[in-house]
């Protein structure tokens, strides 16, 4: 008896990530911008309670080495996600207390970044496990596509509903949007998650590399420890190579996240639902980049490959942000929410194109360390958006005071972030090359038998 996930299973597991994301969007986009626009904080102050969140994720592959010794990835999912709701509650609650005591909301903001952090990596992690240890590898790649797809899905439908209820802003408005969008979100995930992971005598997985079935380990099979499984999979080239492209596009794509929607507000005078409601035309941009280039590196409509593809998106991302700096200083006159729908179309084209290598490279290597070498990138990835997010908002008010002028600070920054994805897209041609080289698809049984004994 197999444990793979059918299409049913796949949607699911979407469905979780869709909750992840409704409830994500609103810390990472809205509250930034209610702390810099609205309350009058420095932008560093979001920049750090972001970075926060993040650098807690630096746990990622200790949870993905639980989740392959352990094997049972449910209760991690609901107990990170309940985790998850109950910190973006705490946060927004936070921000109404900064109103008439910023020290104590400040502190109740870094608890409940702290709990963001640990919710998002518990669940999201786990997830991700899940997908590479229960999918087949002939649907990796989509599967990979249709869960990202629907968290973009979760980010779309939150920030658009929630930009309509924002209207007229108050910060008691905020905590009850976000308690019920936090509220809603776990409901789903207890109904997608429920009887997913069905436990068996057992448990068996179809490796990428061969057709047969191979028992996958038990609680009772002797496992390395943690510092010895992720030594393992630091030493495969291609985890590590991976690991670098993850966290120079991640650090770049980050940077103009957290900005955005304060560049927005005070360069074009947009109120908090309408920037928010611009963070839905870009996810919305990123969502429809996704889809273009699924169907186009498909079977049946192949154009190009996932390298160009990848670097390609890597490319255009760069040209969408320099178009963000022209248009700060020719003003109201300028096609803002064009330029931003054609800029998410370029990062969803590369993001795709990267999960899809991420997908055939989970696999590779040593066996049974997906979870590991799956951690490894999401730290990674982490690592990259606390560090991009803290640094792209400190820039902003270095900026501001080097050279007073708020359009000249915000084209700074969107041109320094442009050239990252530059560097990123060289980087894509090295990984997606290495990614080709030692895909399971394309080597043959003994040599991947021969690699994963290293």
């Known amino acids: 008896m197999t444990n793979l996930l059918g299409w049913l299973g796949i949607i699911r597991l979407g469905l979780v ?35 926060l969140y993040y650098a807690i994720q630096i746990f990622r592959p200790r949870l993905g080495y639980g989740s392959d010794v352990g094997g049972r990835r449910t209760p991690w999912i609901i107990g990170g996600m309940a985790v998850l709701a109950l910190g973006g509650i705490g946060a927004a609650m936070a921000i109404a207390w900064m109103e008439v005591n910023p020290a104590a909301g400040i502190a109740l903001a870094v ?121 393992q999979v630091w030493n ?84 969408g942000l320099f178009s963000l700096a022209v248009a700060g200083f020719v003003g109201p006159a300028w096609p803002l929410h064009l330029s931003v729908f054609l800029m998410g179309m370029a990062l969803g084209a590369f993001a795709v194109a990267a999960i899809w290598s991420m997908m055939g490279l989970v696999a590779a290597g040593r066996a049974r360390r997906e979870g590991v070498r799956m951690g490894l990138w999401g730290a990674a990835q982490a690592l990259a958006f606390g560090l991009g997010g803290l640094l792209g908002t400190a820039s902003i008010d270095l900026t501001r005071y080097l050279f007073n002028s708020p359009v000249v600070s915000y084209a700074t920054v969107f041109t320094a972030e442009a050239l ?7 980087l894509a041609a090295r990984v997606t090359a290495a990614a080709r080289e030692t895909s399971p698809r394309e080597m043959p049984v003994s040599a991947v038998s021969s690699t994963s004994q290293r």
């Open 17 to 51: 990530q869709t909750a992840l994301g409704s409830v994500v969007v609103l810390t990472t986009s809205t509250f930034n911008r209610v702390m810099i626009v609205e309350l009058l904080l420095p932008a560093v102050l979001p920049g750090a309670l972001v970075a």
């Open 111 to 231: 608890i409940a970044f702290i709990m963001i952090g640990l919710g998002v990596g518990a669940a999201g992690t786990s997830l991700l496990v899940l997908l590479a240890t229960r999918v087949d590898a002939q649907r990796r790649s989509a599967a990979a596509t249709i869960v990202w797809l629907m968290m973009l899905i979760g980010f779309i439908v939150t920030t658009l509903l929630a930009g309509r209820f924002l209207d007229p802003f108050s910060t008691g408005r905020l905590v009850v949007v976000t308690s019920v969008v936090a509220g809603c979100a776990f409901l789903l995930t207890l109904a997608a998650i429920w009887r997913v992971e069905r436990p068996a005598p057992a448990q068996q997985r179809v490796e990428p590399e061969s057709n047969q079935a191979t028992e996958h380990p038990t609680p009772h099979t002797p496992q390395p420890s943690f510092r010895e499984a992720l030594q």
């Open 236 to 319: 495969e080239p291609d985890a590590r190579r991976f690991a670098l492209f993850v966290f120079v596009s991640m650090f770049a794509f980050s940077a103009q996240n957290l900005i955005l929607e304060p560049f927005a507000g005070t360069v074009f005078g947009l109120t908090p639902g309408e920037s928010t409601r611009l963070s839905g035309v870009q996810n919305g941009g990123i969502l429809l980049g996704m889809i273009l280039v699924a169907v186009a590196g498909g079977s049946v409509f192949r154009i190009g490959t996932m390298r160009a593809w990848m670097i390609g998106g890597c490319i255009a991302s760069s040209a």
């Open 420 to 426: 990252l994805f530059l560097v990123a897209g060289v």
